[in-house]
């Protein structure tokens, strides 16, 4: 289990490298992204936000998209957050989302 000074480190880059890989891919697909402790990602057609944040009391990444919510934890092994039930990455779960919102494959 991470330490308060380790979930904010690993979040923080985690989310940081996210938002890099999602600031090369709006240009191509036509959405917005920002970042400041919280990323968010916003859609004009048709219209959505999707947000994903540290959530540092329960030592999560919190992923909010298409009316669900996802809570990925720490995977040492991995060294990622993923959605323990399904193994899935953050990236994997944003990657989707974005996909199903544009109804076309993105890549990150």
Same mark, same amino acid.
């Given at each position: 289990?991470?330490?308060?000074?380790?979930?904010?480190?690993?979040?923080?880059?985690?989310?940081g490298?996210?938002?890099?890989?999602?600031?090369?891919?709006?240009d191509?697909?036509?959405?917005?992204?920002?970042f *400041?402790?919280? /990323?968010?990602?916003?859609? #004009?057609?048709?219209? @959505? +936000?999707?947000?994903?944040? &540290?959530? %540092?009391?329960?030592?999560?990444?919190?992923?909010?998209?298409?009316?669900?919510?996802?809570?990925?934890?720490?995977?040492?092994?991995?060294?990622?957050?993923?959605?323990?039930?399904? *193994?899935?990455? /953050?990236?994997?779960?944003? #990657?989707?989302?974005? @996909? +199903?919102?544009?109804?076309e &494959?993105? %890549?990150?």
């Amino acid at each position: 289990m991470l330490d308060p000074q380790e979930f904010q480190l690993k979040s923080d880059e985690a989310l940081g490298k996210l938002h890099r890989a999602l600031t090369k891919a709006a240009d191509e697909h036509g959405f917005d992204t920002d970042f *400041g402790g919280t /990323l968010t990602i916003e859609f #004009e057609e048709p219209p @959505a +936000k999707f947000v994903i944040s &540290p959530n %540092a009391p329960v030592k999560q990444v919190w992923v909010s998209a298409h009316q669900k919510s996802y809570k990925l934890d720490w995977d040492a092994a991995r060294a990622e957050f993923v959605v323990p039930e399904t *193994g899935m990455s /953050l990236k994997q779960v944003v #990657e989707d989302a974005v @996909a +199903k919102q544009l109804g076309e &494959p993105v %890549a990150l």
